[in-house]
């Protein structure tokens, strides 16, 4: 592994949504990798069966609950500190889809659009906004995994793309505000994936055809241990042709 030289061995990583999919596909990779881990989801149960499976290569603090909850979101970071005294990498991955099937714009209804922006967006903020005293001292990354939904117009994905936009924003703008001070801001757009997440929206596409999220977790390794600006968007996609198994 010594391609990922980022990576050091006794570093924390914070891990939305990490019990299963993506999250917990980036979470095995960063284990692999030595980092100590801080993870959440909403489901105990699940979140506990993945810090079972982490606890075999690293160090796991598993702390269930919503990251649209103020005080959950201070718990997170309050554990990173008391556990590890340090925080090296925050993966803003939790995301909902608010409905499904996704309703077009025309019956997008309110309640359902302030779910979308209260997980897809506030909520990353809200993180980041808390987990920033740690990550200076560290000098450390934030990833926030949005889609291509953010950039196209999907019949269907407005609602969702529309908040993952807004994440986009926030973090072009964190970005900008923090030069200098060595945190770096890295947006993922991890494609189609094979995940339930996806089964759910489009229940009918070829997922046969889509990578795995452990093969898109590979590719986020790459992202994160590249040389960068202290912002940058990546099309994960992009790097699965290099990262992939021989």
Same mark, same amino acid.
């Given at each position: 592994? /010594?391609?990922?030289?980022?990576?050091?061995?006794? $570093?924390? @990583?914070?891990?939305?949504?990490?019990?299963?999919?993506? +999250?917990?596909?980036?979470?095995?990779?960063?284990?692999? *990798?030595?980092?100590?881990?801080?993870?959440?989801?909403?489901?105990?149960?699940?979140?506990?069966?993945? &810090?079972? #499976?982490? *606890?075999?290569?690293?160090?796991?603090?598993?702390? @269930?609950?919503?990251?649209? #909850?103020? #005080?959950? !979101? $201070?718990?997170?970071?309050?554990?990173?500190?008391?556990?590890?005294?340090?925080?090296?990498?925050?993966? =803003?991955?939790?995301?909902?889809?608010?409905?499904?099937?996704?309703?077009?714009?025309? $019956?997008?209804?309110? @309640? !359902?659009?302030?779910?979308?922006? /209260?997980?897809?967006?506030?909520?990353?903020? $809200?993180?980041?906004?808390?987990?920033?005293?740690?990550?200076? *001292?560290?000098?450390?990354?934030?990833? =926030?995994?949005?889609?291509?939904?953010?950039?196209?117009?999907?019949?269907?994905?407005? +609602?969702?793309?529309?908040?993952?936009?807004?994440?986009?924003?926030?973090? *072009?703008?964190?970005?900008?505000?923090?030069?200098?001070?060595? !945190?770096?801001?890295?947006?993922?757009?991890? +494609?189609?994936?094979?995940?339930?997440?996806?089964?759910?929206?489009?229940?009918?596409?070829?997922?046969?055809?889509?990578?795995?999220?452990? /093969?898109? &977790?590979?590719?986020?390794?790459?992202?994160?241990?590249?040389?960068?600006?202290?912002?940058?968007?990546?099309?994960?996609?992009?790097?699965?042709?290099?990262?992939?198994? &021989?």
């Amino acid at each position: 592994m /010594e391609e990922f030289s980022w990576f050091e061995a006794g $570093h924390v @990583a914070l891990i939305t949504g990490a019990s299963q999919g993506f +999250g917990r596909a980036v979470a095995r990779q960063l284990a692999a *990798r030595g980092l100590r881990l801080v993870i959440t989801a909403r489901d105990a149960a699940a979140l506990e069966e993945a &810090a079972s #499976e982490l *606890r075999e290569r690293t160090q796991v603090e598993a702390i @269930a609950g919503d990251v649209t #909850e103020l #005080e959950h !979101v $201070h718990r997170l970071v309050s554990r990173a500190s008391d556990a590890f005294g340090r925080l090296d990498l925050l993966v =803003n991955n939790a995301s909902t889809l608010g409905l499904v099937p996704l309703p077009p714009l025309e $019956h997008l209804s309110p @309640a !359902v659009f302030q779910r979308l922006f /209260e997980t897809n967006a506030f909520a990353p903020l $809200h993180l980041m906004q808390h987990a920033l005293p740690l990550l200076l *001292r560290s000098g450390g990354t934030i990833v =926030n995994v949005s889609s291509d939904a953010a950039v196209n117009a999907y019949p269907g994905w407005g +609602g969702y793309g529309a908040s993952k936009a807004a994440l986009e924003h926030f973090s *072009r703008t964190l970005a900008a505000e923090l030069d200098g001070f060595g !945190v770096s801001i890295l947006v993922v757009d991890p +494609g189609s994936m094979d995940t339930k997440m996806h089964r759910d929206a489009e229940p009918d596409a070829d997922f046969a055809a889509m990578p795995s999220p452990e /093969e898109v &977790a590979v590719a986020l390794m790459r992202a994160i241990a590249s040389d960068r600006d202290a912002y940058a968007r990546i099309e994960l996609p992009s790097l699965l042709a290099v990262t992939a198994p &021989a």
